[in-house]
């Protein structure tokens, strides 16, 4: 199991690969009741990591307590999950052939200094991407993302391609994330609550600058990755609040970014603040590129976090 720790400022981070953390199926076993009795978390196994869950596996804040936001059921918080086209989703970023428990999909931790490591990802065919994400921590209460993409001929089914990051938050006291949108066109944009409409299912936003969206959507049956709701973000801003901290993601790039929410998708107390990014006329051969940046820090509004992300944008 390959794993790295990184810190500066207020943070200290775990990032980790796909290598594998199995052990012997009667372990295998009790931690999977456990995680179905709701009793992993507080249990003997709440260290253990399954194999295939592979990138920001704990975060910690000197301003926050002592207990990692990321501390869901064996698996690590912010993970590439879905490799998806016009043939469907799979979960080749975490395995070979996709199937949980299968052998872990090709990855390498390589550290660069003491606050920075790159994660590298090889997915395997049909589905033939390599993913290369660069984790730094930036005082006094960053983490900086790099992620390049690179497609290989023959690994995708149509002209586009998406990749999808789950990212598993423990036991937050309110579930949903917030947005920054327009409740109509021509209106004053505003802080969203993503779970304010029911049902709470599994569901998706993409910018009010995708003047269109993928073949077949806004899908309710496709759920998380193509069930895109009306609401419409107006800057590539999420975050949520999570004990006296708030987490908060933003992103630059020049694709087009989708948040999403799971409400259960780390377990029943746990939801997943997601995120994914849709390549349209993707090229075989080309790489793709985007930044992020998570924030975690002492919550002081939302007013704070659009500060953040322009402070963020003009800096660049």
């Given at each position: 199991?390959?794993?790295?720790?990184?810190?500066?400022?207020?943070l200290?981070?775990?990032?980790?690969?796909?290598?594998?953390?199995?052990d012997p199926?009667t372990?295998?076993?009790?931690?999977?009741?456990a995680?179905?009795?709701g009793?992993?978390?507080?249990?003997?196994?709440?260290?253990?990591?399954?194999?295939?869950?592979?990138?920001m596996?704990?975060?910690?804040?000197?301003h926050?307590?002592?207990?990692n936001i990321?501390?869901v059921a064996?698996?690590s918080?912010l993970?590439f999950?879905?490799?998806y086209?016009?043939a469907?989703?799979?979960m080749?970023?975490?395995?070979?052939?996709?199937?949980?428990?299968?052998?872990p999909?090709?990855?390498s931790?390589t550290r660069v200094?003491e606050s920075?490591?790159v994660?590298?990802t090889?997915v395997?065919p049909?589905q033939?991407v390599?993913?290369?994400t660069?984790?730094r921590v930036?005082?006094?209460?960053?983490?900086?993302l790099e992620?390049?993409m690179?497609?290989?001929p023959?690994s995708f089914?149509g002209?586009?391609?998406g990749?999808f990051?789950a990212?598993?938050?423990?036991?937050?006291?309110?579930?949903?994330?917030?947005?920054?949108a327009?409740?109509?066109a021509g209106?004053?944009?505003?802080?969203a609550?993503?779970?304010?409409?029911?049902p709470?299912?599994?569901?998706?936003?993409?910018?009010?600058?995708?003047?269109?969206l993928l073949?077949?959507?806004?899908?309710?049956?496709g759920?998380?990755?193509?069930?895109?709701q009306?609401?419409?973000?107006?800057?590539?801003?999420?975050?949520g609040r999570?004990?006296?901290m708030v987490?908060a993601?933003?992103l630059?790039?020049?694709?087009h970014l989708?948040?999403?929410?799971q409400?259960?998708?780390?377990?029943?107390r746990n939801p997943a603040?997601d995120?994914g990014?849709?390549?349209k006329?993707?090229q075989?051969?080309e790489?793709?590129r985007?930044q992020?940046?998570?924030?975690?820090?002492?919550?002081?509004?939302?007013?704070?976090?659009?500060s953040?992300?322009?402070?963020?944008?003009?800096?660049?």
């Amino acid at each position: 199991m390959g794993t790295q720790f990184i810190t500066a400022g207020d943070l200290f981070v775990e990032i980790v690969d796909n290598a594998d953390a199995s052990d012997p199926p009667t372990r295998d076993d009790a931690r999977m009741a456990a995680i179905k009795d709701g009793t992993f978390e507080d249990g003997p196994f709440r260290f253990d990591r399954y194999t295939g869950y592979n990138g920001m596996r704990q975060l910690y804040s000197r301003h926050g307590p002592a207990e990692n936001i990321f501390g869901v059921a064996g698996g690590s918080g912010l993970n590439f999950e879905f490799v998806y086209d016009a043939a469907g989703s799979s979960m080749r970023p975490r395995w070979v052939d996709g199937r949980s428990g299968g052998a872990p999909t090709p990855s390498s931790l390589t550290r660069v200094d003491e606050s920075t490591v790159v994660l590298t990802t090889r997915v395997q065919p049909p589905q033939r991407v390599d993913v290369q994400t660069t984790f730094r921590v930036v005082p006094p209460h960053y983490v900086d993302l790099e992620t390049v993409m690179s497609p290989h001929p023959g690994s995708f089914t149509g002209d586009w391609v998406g990749l999808f990051w789950a990212c598993y938050i423990r036991r937050p006291e309110v579930k949903t994330t917030y947005i920054r949108a327009r409740p109509r066109a021509g209106a004053e944009s505003d802080r969203a609550a993503t779970l304010a409409e029911p049902p709470h299912d599994a569901r998706a936003f993409a910018s009010e600058r995708e003047a269109a969206l993928l073949p077949g959507e806004p899908d309710p049956a496709g759920r998380l990755l193509h069930n895109i709701q009306p609401l419409r973000y107006v800057e590539p801003v999420m975050f949520g609040r999570w004990r006296n901290m708030v987490l908060a993601l933003m992103l630059r790039t020049d694709d087009h970014l989708r948040f999403a929410i799971q409400p259960t998708g780390g377990g029943p107390r746990n939801p997943a603040w997601d995120f994914g990014i849709v390549i349209k006329q993707c090229q075989a051969g080309e790489a793709y590129r985007w930044q992020g940046r998570l924030v975690f820090k002492p919550d002081r509004g939302p007013d704070d976090i659009w500060s953040e992300y322009r402070h963020w944008m003009q800096a660049e």
